[in-house]
């Protein structure tokens, strides 16, 4: 049996986000591209997301990225009668997603208490910076924030220089990763007990997961060993292990072992730097990892273009890959086109449009982008409240008139 032909793993699942910017619509879109029907409700202005640079036919790439499959509509949360209208979308739907910070939802009366009232078996997940409780909860948060507050930032940085933060939202991507599996697991206990769930997703906490080694070495060394810490362009705990700079671009090359220490002084045509008192050791090649690195450095000026050194690292059984741009990445990565992570989708208006895929692959189900991002605020508007709600044609015009509902009619 073909792909194509498989059910979609989440199929028959719907969704109500009432989320924004990053870890929310990038949780969400993840459950869309696993068939869940996604209702996205957005303010009558639109998502902030949509405002983000860079920006395609008018519409922002982020907001693209995220939003792909799904359907918009524009509510006014603070209009009297919205309260009534989300809840009784809550009635027909299996999870809400939100991302405002805590304290929010119960204002709006669309708490969980208030949702699994008119749903019981409701999945409910909020994802914040820093969580439903605690000093900072109702702090504002962005994915740099977290990143500073949590060593991240300190990390990346070179030691004696500023912090460097990673260069793309990696805590909200954390985040929308936990919320997501989170939600999974709530959904198969649900099928078991018929029960719902809350979900509470703080960014800050996923950046202490995720750093789960360099917190316990801290805390299991008494906060003595940091050798994990400031890597900058090289590993702190092993080497060689890091970027070495070759005649047209660097190599990354990361050994552990004293056994692959061995192989790459083979490999380079020294094997007295296997037994060098300064490299013989793990402890001992990170001692010296400059004068190290001026080694390597020197031995890949023999190459021509750093793809024939990686091709001799590899075929000693050594872990090394040439360090690409995202563009040499896209353009020559064989691998990217042959997993499908690259999808062309056909847009009514905005034409063929080529999208980031879902990294999910299943033997007996399907998951992928299969439906553009809706352009319009409020595109589906009409749709919703006409065939998921029922509503009648007065009922639409009443929602419409008391500044309810937005977007275009149907």
């Known amino acids: 049996m073909e792909k194509e032909t498989h059910e979609r793993i989440l199929s028959g699942v719907r969704v109500l986000d009432i989320t924004d910017m990053v870890a929310g619509p990038l949780c969400t879109r993840y459950l869309a591209d696993c068939g869940c029907e996604v209702i996205a409700i957005e303010r009558p202005s639109g998502k902030a997301a949509r405002e983000l640079p860079y920006t395609h036919n008018g519409l922002s790439v982020e907001y693209i990225t ?23 979308l809550a009635k027909v739907c299996d999870v809400v997603v939100e991302s405002f910070r805590p304290g929010v939802m119960t204002r709006l009366g669309l708490d969980y208490d208030s949702l699994k009232k008119v749903n019981p078996s409701i999945v409910m997940c909020s994802i914040t910076g820093y969580g439903q409780k605690g000093p900072y909860a109702k702090e504002m948060a962005m994915d740099v924030m977290i990143q500073a507050c949590r060593g991240i930032a300190y990390m990346m940085g070179e030691s004696g220089e500023r912090p460097r933060f990673v260069s793309f939202a990696v805590t909200d991507i954390l985040g929308a990763l936990n919320a997501f599996g989170a939600i999974c697991a709530s959904l198969y206990r649900r099928s078991v007990t018929g029960e719902g769930e809350y979900i509470d997703i703080a ?9 789960g080694n360099q917190v316990e070495t ?54 007295e730097l296997a037994v060098e ?66 999808v062309n989708i056909e847009h009514p208006t905005l034409g063929t449009m080529t999208c980031v895929n879902t990294p999910l692959c299943f033997s007996n189900s399907r998951a992928g982008l299969e439906e553009p991002p809706p352009v319009a605020v409020g595109e589906h508007s009409e749709h919703i409240l006409r065939e998921i709600l029922s509503l009648d044609n007065g009922e639409i015009k009443k929602l419409r008139e008391s500044g309810v509902v937005f977007g275009p009619d149907g």
């Open 203 to 211: 960014l800050a906490d996923c950046a202490v997961a995720v750093l």
């Open 277 to 342: 008192p300064r490299f013989k050791t793990v402890g001992g090649r990170v001692k010296h990892k400059e004068e190290l690195t001026r080694i390597l450095d020197t031995w890949l000026q023999e190459f021509e273009q750093v793809k024939d050194a990686v091709a001799l690292l590899q075929d000693h059984g050594l872990l090394a890959k040439p360090i690409l741009s995202l563009a040499q990445a896209l353009d020559e990565e064989q691998q990217i086109k042959d997993r499908g992570m690259l």
């Open 218 to 271: 801290h805390i299991f060394s008494g906060g003595k060993e940091e050798f994990h810490y400031m890597a900058g362009s090289f590993s702190g705990a092993v080497a060689p292990a890091g970027a070495f700079k070759g005649r047209d671009g660097y190599v990354a090359m990361f050994l552990i072992t004293d056994e692959e220490w061995k192989r790459l002084a083979e490999c380079m045509g020294r094997p």
């Open 66 to 88: 995220n939003h792909c499959g799904k359907k918009s509509i524009a509510i006014d949360l603070k209009a009297k009668g919205a309260r009534e209208l989300v809840l009784e």
